[in-house]
T-cell receptor, first 114, second 111 residues
């Protein structure tokens, strides 16, 4: 059974550009969450989707957005990139979308903004 | 807001030593607590502790949950260099999958 797959794995963008990251959850998993990880802030929750609906959103500006498709795949978008957006972006999936389920992470997308 | 605190922030021990990592939490509507190991990539799942499963063990790793005192510990016995990693504990919010993470404990095993 394939794990959580994220693409691209590494990317470099320029300030002001926008970026789209993709996540394919484990087959059968309907909940997809996104996290940003930086050395200074640790792992911070961005948003969570379940059955194509955003159920929860972290404390990030509106430049960060996401969506989930009918096949549970998810994308997140960051517009008007800033240097501080450089981070590891992690996607996680779980089965039923309620606490108590094991949550599995993808390998992450390393974003560098220059 | 839910809060998860881990200690120590970093730990350096020699191969073969036993280590204990700590995680305390302040959450409403506790459901479970998760432990992850993160090397230079994605966090990999170790244990999930719930009200009905307060002790877990896998090989040299074990974890206990104390619901009364609101903390959990992760024990690693006979440490190996491959145990070097950041260990994270996290608590999922009630009713959804938002995980609140601790800052992590960076464990370094010296050969």
């Amino acid at each position: 059974k394939a794990g959580v797959t994220q693409t691209p794995r590494y990317l470099i963008k320029t300030r002001g550009q926008q970026v789209t990251l993709s996540c394919s959850p484990i087959s059968g998993h309907r909940s997809v969450s996104w996290y940003q990880q930086t050395p200074g802030q640790g792992l911070q929750f961005l948003f969570e989707y379940f059955s194509e609906t955003q159920r929860n959103k972290g404390n990030f500006p509106g430049r960060f957005s996401g969506r989930q498709f009918s096949n549970s795949r998810s994308e997140m978008n960051v517009s008007t990139l800033e240097l501080g957006d450089s981070a590891l972006y992690l996607c996680a999936s779980s089965t039923l979308g309620h606490s108590g389920n094991t949550i599995y992470f993808g390998e992450g997308s390393w974003l560098t903004v220059v | 807001e839910d809060k998860v605190v881990q200690s120590p922030l970093s730990l350096v021990v020699h191969e073969g030593d036993t280590v204990t990592l700590n995680c305390s939490y302040e959450v409403t509507n506790f459901r479970s607590l998760l432990w992850y190991k993160q090397e230079k990539k994605a966090p990999t799942f170790l244990f999930m502790l719930t009200s009905s499963g307060i002790e877990k063990k896998s090989g040299r790793l074990s974890s206990i949950l104390d619901k009364k005192e609101l903390f959990s510990i992760l024990n690693i016995t006979a440490t190996q260099t491959g145990d070097s990693a950041v260990y994270l504990c996290a608590e999922p919010n009630f009713g959804n999958e938002k995980l609140t993470f601790g800052t992590g404990t960076r464990l370094t095993i010296i050969p």
